[in-house]
């Protein structure tokens, strides 16, 4: 299990994801990761920043979520649809899932919600503002995460 977190540390160091925001886990076992992303205060009066980066944030916790079923792997396709939303505050929340799973790709689906304290009830509302599917494929040890030709062919 050890082994394990010090692959997500490892995943989570390297990803561009946390260029912009503070990543903290919730949960995480194989097949399912729960993420809760915070803008770096840096970056607050970009709110917009949020919401083009949804894509970053899916390829990391799906990703995270499938280590410990093929090890190290990419998106090799994916879809996200989007709802109308606004970043003020708060915290973004990712949740995938692996649904199918073979000896070199693995399917999922990634829920993102929106935490957001509401001022003047005191209270937390949560609101799903994007939703993905997609495949992520193995990366095998020869390749590492440099290799253009195994993107490339998985998106030809």
């Known amino acids: 299990m050890n082994n394990y977190l ?3 540390d490892t995943i989570l160091a390297g990803h561009t994801v946390t260029t ?3 990543v903290r886990i919730m949960e995480c076992e194989e097949g399912k990761a729960v993420l809760g992303f915070r803008l770096r205060d840096e970056f607050h009066r970009h709110s917009d920043i ?3 980066t949804l894509g970053c944030i899916v390829d990391c916790v799906a990703r995270i979520a499938g280590y410990g079923l093929i090890g ?3 998106i090799s396709e994916h879809e996200i649809n989007y709802r109308p939303w ?3 505050g708060g915290e973004l929340i990712a949740s995938a899932q692996i649904q199918f799973r073979s000896d070199l790709c ?3 689906v990634c829920d993102l919600t929106y935490d957001c304290e509401l001022l003047l009830t005191e209270t937390t509302s949560s609101r799903l ?3 993905s599917q997609g495949t992520l494929a193995k990366l095998k040890p020869q390749d590492g995460f440099r290799s253009k ?3 490339h062919e998985a998106t030809v």
């Open 72 to 74: 190290p792997s990419f």
């Open 129 to 131: 503002v994007a939703e």
């Open 106 to 108: 693995l399917t999922y």
């Open 50 to 52: 949020a919401q083009s």
């Open 6 to 8: 010090d692959s997500i």
């Open 86 to 88: 606004q970043l003020s």
């Open 20 to 22: 912009f925001f503070n």
């Open 149 to 151: 030709k195994i993107i």
